[in-house]
């Protein structure tokens, strides 16, 4: 794990809007943890989020990986444009992208991924969907390191909400995305400020935080 006394290095990957990436930036700036968003990099050039980081000043670039003929030389060349920020870590805010495993060993404990369901139920896409499907009572969002199996890695911290029996998969993402944009920001701080470890047995320790929240009251949970 690096040294946390210098202001720590982040690269965000995005590959639409970019909203997570946004509360990571604006609480990077009104929180004052020791941190810098070196840049924020997409597979599609057309990102909103891009046009919404560079009138921000913030530093960004895309790759579009329809230019690649496989995932290998797509994934080299991504590896070659974060490495030039030097980043201590490289956070998938919504990069719709698997990588291979050359690229997440590359990132061995600085790769951290965003995913809408408690994993390791409903690993994959259409999360919500597949909660309203199985008719499960707690829904949420997980936040973990990347190891080269789809949506797996050890967990740094769940976001949980209650489903009510009125929710279908749009009101469920749109509460679960609330819970994304307050515990995306909360790691990264904790991340900057050298709170997070990865344990002897691979399992993650926060130093003296709480790693699982309940917000079901998500409108009202201020932000730290
Ligand atoms: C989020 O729900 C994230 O969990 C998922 O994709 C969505 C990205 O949203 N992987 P945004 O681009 O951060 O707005």
């Known amino acids: 794990m690096k040294n946390h006394h210098k202001n720590c290095r982040f690269v965000i990957l995005i590959s639409g809007r970019g909203s997570n990436m946004q509360k990571i930036v604006e609480s990077s700036i009104y929180g004052k943890w020791p941190a810098t968003i070196c840049a924020v990099i997409s597979n599609d050039p057309s990102s909103l989020g891009l046009q919404w980081a560079k009138d921000r000043n913030i530093p960004t670039d895309s790759l579009d990986h329809k230019n690649y003929a496989n995932r290998d030389l ?63 009572k707690i829904h949420g969002c997980t936040i973990h390191f990347v190891n080269s199996e789809l949506d797996d890695g050890p967990i740094i911290i769940q976001g ?62 201020q932000l730290f």
């Open 74 to 136: 797509f994934d080299q060349a991504l590896k070659k444009k974060i490495d030039e920020y030097f980043p201590d870590y490289v956070l998938l805010a919504g990069f719709m992208r698997i990588l291979s495993k050359d690229f997440v060993d590359h990132y061995k404990h600085r790769l951290i991924n965003i995913h809408p369901s408690l994993l390791p139920s409903f690993p994959g896409l259409n999360t919500h969907y597949k909660a309203i499907e199985k008719g499960v």
């Open 160 to 221: 949980c909400l209650s489903v009510k029996s009125n929710d279908d998969s749009a009101s469920l993402a749109e509460r679960v995305l609330k819970i994304e944009h307050k515990i995306f920001p909360l790691v990264c701080k904790w991340l900057s400020l050298g709170k997070i470890v990865i344990n002897q047995e691979n399992k993650v320790e926060v130093k003296g935080e709480n790693n699982l929240l309940f917000y079901d009251d998500v409108d009202h949970m």
